[in-house]
């Protein structure tokens, strides 16, 4: 038989579309496509709300029990999983209102919010091994910003060998240092020129080639973001001194204020009792 | 792997080496009878690529040495024609077309496949309004025209679509499982069908 480009085109658009016929589901519109599946925004008719209903190509639901194990405020929860009438299998999950981190960014968040998005993921992350669980590919597209600032990390990757370019790490079998490597090019897409050298440094020393190289955990780069944040050394970067008296000043401005209005004080009386 | 890949590759070699209908089906022909007395897919190593674009590729070669053979055959009979190519004016590439035409050969096969099972388990009616509906050229008729034609409620013409979809989708599904080594490549040649 003979099928016109019309035809295919039409076969190809609603076959692709999930038969949610006997699930509680209503199909509203297609929101984005991940490395296992294509996510739609659905009605729950029997609880009255939306959902994120993600189906999956050809993969087992994985993911979803991965998930589905792991209760944080940045993973995002639950709510089902099943067998579509058409075989393939799905997962509904909460509706995050919000943007991905790629778009946030647009709106030109300051440093402090861009770090509180990489506290958060880290956080996530660092919660996720502590259960023997990696995410695999960590990118700005798996991170969503919510409507309120809150940031839930998608897309846990189960694929042996997931991973997108630019945030994975060159070896080929990955560990928890291969997820690290990933947080340390999202902090480097996060940051602007001109970039702190410390919060640089952090950046290089988590993408370090080596993965012996990197911060051993997630939270020991967490620890070095805090220590930037206190304007204190990071561990990342062997400060030169100019940097340290800089940072010094900047930690004690008001009392070296105040230490520079006294002297000037004690000056003025010094010449005016004098002359 | 024949009958999915046979149309994609004829029309591969039509529109990239500007052949005409009987040197592209020759050339077909050929590259497929070499394919099979050189075990071409025992040598397919899906670490390395898809075994469409690996059957892409080895199309490629094997038409591109064919092309320069026969070009050098002109060229030692002293007189050299310019050939006159009858090629379909075309916005793709022909990487694109192999694609689309193996789409377009895995719908075909699969709709083949789905009539005859709906013949089988008796389910000719879900067929027809799936082929009045989902293969109609041109402008398709409402459900509620389907369902005074085929004098069924129009949720059963909602039914019927579900049904035939369903298995059609299954059915593709099928064929290229039958053209793919690993889970991996089954799941990223599902997406280059629908997606």
Redesign the interface.
Known sequence: ????????D???R???LP?L?GTRYELESEIG?GGMG?VYAARDRVLGRRVALKVL???PLGEARLIAGLEHPAIVPVYEAGTL???REFYAMKLIKGARLDHYVGGQPTLAERLRVIWRVGEALAYAHSHGILHRDLKPQNVMVGEFGEVYLMDWGV?A?AGTPAFRAPEAVLDRRSDIYALGALLRFLLRDPKPPALAAIAIKAMNMDPAGRYSEVTALLADLERFEQRLPVEAWPEPLWHRLYRFASRNAVLLWLLAAYTLVKFLIFFLRKF | MISVYWKPVYRFIRLKFGKNNEDAKDLTQGFFATALERDLIKRFDPEKASFRTYLRMAVECFAANQHAAANRQKRGGGIEFETIVEQAVSAESPEQVFE?EW??QL??LA??DLRAHSEECGKQLQFQVFQAY?????E?PSYADLARQFSIPETSV??C??WA??M???F??ERVRGTTAT??E??DE??R???
């Open positions: 038989m003979e099928l016109s480009d019309s035809a295919l039409h076969l190809r609603v076959v692709a038969d016929s496509r294509v190509d050809i993969t009438p058409d075989g694929d060998i | 689309r789409q377009r719908s075909c709709i083949d989902d293969l109609a050229e041109g398709r909602t039914n679509l579900a979809r369903r059609f989708r299954g593709v599904t889970r991996r089954l799941r599902m997406r069908v629908w997606n």
